[in-house]
């Protein structure tokens, strides 16, 4: 339901606490309290700070060209935005301790909105992610910007339903 989401959005621990944990093994995670926006009525923000390992498949020819270390830091600067009749959860995450990641940002937003007129009528999830390029990459690692691209939308998808699942998972408890 609705209440629910908004519950598992709102309350601590963070539900994307554990939806990070299982999707990217993120470890070390702080999150901030969630805050009133200041110019946006009806919005929470808060940041997440977390260490996740690097993947184990980049490319060889990458590999070759850079050092890559064991975990990278990040951070999720998260927003809230609370209407009559949506949830939409958005965040921007920024890479520190890896090579080039000073060149993009990943946004998600998820879009939670009730499925038809019931109040039982289940719940349409929408989820859009985009890779913001903030600079352009040296023309020798050029090719990364595919890899980088392919490995976060099948990642994307992954994550979501993970993040469906954490919900049903919460759902349940809350009927019980």
Same mark, same amino acid.
């Given at each position: 339901?609705?209440?629910?989401? &908004?519950?598992?959005?709102e309350e601590e621990p963070f539900i994307m606490q554990k939806c990070f944990e299982l999707d990217i093994k993120a470890y070390d995670?702080?999150?901030?309290?969630?805050? &009133?926006?200041?110019?946006?009525? @009806?919005?929470?923000?808060?940041?997440?700070?977390?260490?996740?390992?690097?993947?184990?498949?980049?490319? @060889?020819?990458?590999?070759?060209?850079?050092?890559?270390?064991?975990?990278?830091?990040?951070?999720?600067?998260?927003?809230?935005?609370?209407?009559?009749?949506?949830?939409?959860?958005?965040?921007?995450?920024?890479v520190d301790g890896m090579p080039f990641a000073d060149y993009f940002r990943l946004q998600v937003t998820d879009s939670f909105t009730?499925?038809?007129?019931?109040?039982?009528?289940?719940?349409?999830? &929408? &989820?859009?992610?985009?890779?913001?390029?903030?600079?352009?990459?040296?023309?020798?690692?050029?090719?990364?910007?595919?890899?980088?691209?392919?490995?976060?939308?099948?990642?994307?998808?992954?994550?979501?339903?993970?993040?469906?699942?954490?919900?049903?998972?919460?759902?349940?408890?809350?009927?019980?």
């Amino acid at each position: 339901s609705m209440a629910t989401i &908004r519950r598992c959005l709102e309350e601590e621990p963070f539900i994307m606490q554990k939806c990070f944990e299982l999707d990217i093994k993120a470890y070390d995670i702080k999150p901030s309290k969630w805050q &009133r926006s200041a110019h946006s009525p @009806g919005t929470l923000i808060r940041c997440m700070k977390f260490k996740m390992p690097l993947p184990d498949d980049v490319p @060889g020819a990458a590999k070759s060209m850079i050092t890559l270390p064991d975990f990278c830091t990040c951070q999720s600067l998260c927003r809230l935005r609370v209407a009559a009749s949506e949830l939409d959860l958005t965040y921007q995450t920024i890479v520190d301790g890896m090579p080039f990641a000073d060149y993009f940002r990943l946004q998600v937003t998820d879009s939670f909105t009730p499925f038809g007129d019931a109040p039982d009528g289940g719940i349409t999830f &929408r &989820r859009w992610v985009v890779i913001v390029w903030v600079k352009e990459l040296p023309w020798m690692m050029r090719p990364a910007r595919s890899f980088v691209a392919s490995k976060t939308m099948a990642g994307a998808a992954d994550a979501a339903k993970i993040l469906v699942d954490l919900f049903t998972e919460e759902g349940a408890k809350a009927e019980s």
